[in-house]
């Protein structure tokens, strides 16, 4: 008599991928963990914990390889844990500070943002560079660096590999020009409530603007910090005019590409729900004690961490070494020429 074979239960099916899945997750976390204590160390505390992520992942990748195993449970980390760190980061911007600094401020930053878009399409368009990964830097440039990157990258349909490497290479090139800050501060002839304005309008991540205004004391840290928020304010309508911008592009695409359709991010409006609470509604109508809300912002980096190190494993080093360089230039130049002309123009 012919054995037939033995067929899986699908219910053994379903508890091995979600299995696969839970560990894909905690794959992501323990890569996060491991970039969170190396940024404890010594020189690295100033690079911080999602770019040491990003480089582990991506050493990962060059030694061992993807982990297809644990597709599932990266790609969620890399995807829908990123979006959730997006929406709490909603609670880092204060919408009501920046509203009442009135126009000025605003418009400044709008001319920072801009000038670093325009300025590095161009240097990317002169340099023969892949222009979405120029894009991205670009939105980092201006805005706010990795959280704005992954803010964009889903309306932009960017690749994974391309956010993961424009994150990291913002986060390494906005540590050290907020080294080069600090190092230029005992030379420049200006007040420190003037030389935080400039930290905060010119440097990349709100870390870097802290690390940068620091040591001009408490009167440049509250500039710096006010200067910077408005940049992440305007990452609102920044997202709402390229979700426009892609509407239209794809309305002169066919009909059967439904991967051109653009809809209006989700998680685009939990970071405007969460400003809005924490501008109008904490501490007025619900106080939550400052403990809890740095541990929520400390919650928010690490899932941020966990989202940057899922991406770091989509990149292949083989495949971006040549396609990073360009871009990377363009960038460089951008954030130069934007410390140098909004100095002397403060």
Known sequence: MKLQPVMPHPRLKELKFSSRFAEGILFTFFIAAAGYVLAKLPGLDRVGQMACAIVLAVLYRQL?????????????????????????????LNIAIVL?????????????????????????????????????????????????????????????KDTAMAAGLIALVGTIFAIGY?????????????????????????????LAAAPAGDSAMTAAILSKLGRVFLLIPLSFILVAVHKCICK??????????????????????????NSYVLGTYITIPAPVMEQISVITTFLLTMAMAG??????????????????????????????LTYFTM
Request: hydrophobic share 55%; net charge positive; glycine share 8%.
């Open 64 to 92: 061992r390889g993807y982990p297809e195993e644990l597709r599932s449970g990266i790609r969620f980390s890399s995807t829908t844990l990123l979006r959730l760190a997006i929406i709490l980061f909603g609670l880092k």
């Open 100 to 160: 009442q600094q009135g126009p000025a401020l605003l418009i400044r930053d709008a001319a920072v943002i801009l000038f670093a878009l325009g300025m590095t399409l161009l240097l990317a368009r002169l340099f023969r560079a892949d222009r979405s990964l120029s894009f991205l830097l670009a939105i980092g440039t201006g805005v706010c660096g990795a959280a704005a990157i992954a803010a964009v990258s889903p309306i932009l349909k960017s690749e994974e």
């Open 182 to 210: 600090t190092l230029l501060l005992p030379f420049l002839p200006i007040p420190s409530e003037v030389y935080g304005v400039w930290t905060g309008s010119t440097l990349h991540e709100i870390a870097h603007v802290a």
């Open 252 to 277: 002169g695409q066919k009909p059967a590409d439904s991967s051109a359709k653009v809809a209006l991010p989700w998680f685009l409006a939990g970071f405007i729900g969460m400003s809005l609470l």
């Open 311 to 340: 991406l770091g494993l989509n990149v292949n080093l083989k495949e971006l070494r040549a396609k990073a360089l360009r871009p990377l230039y363009a960038m460089v130049v951008t954030s130069i020429l934007l410390s140098a």
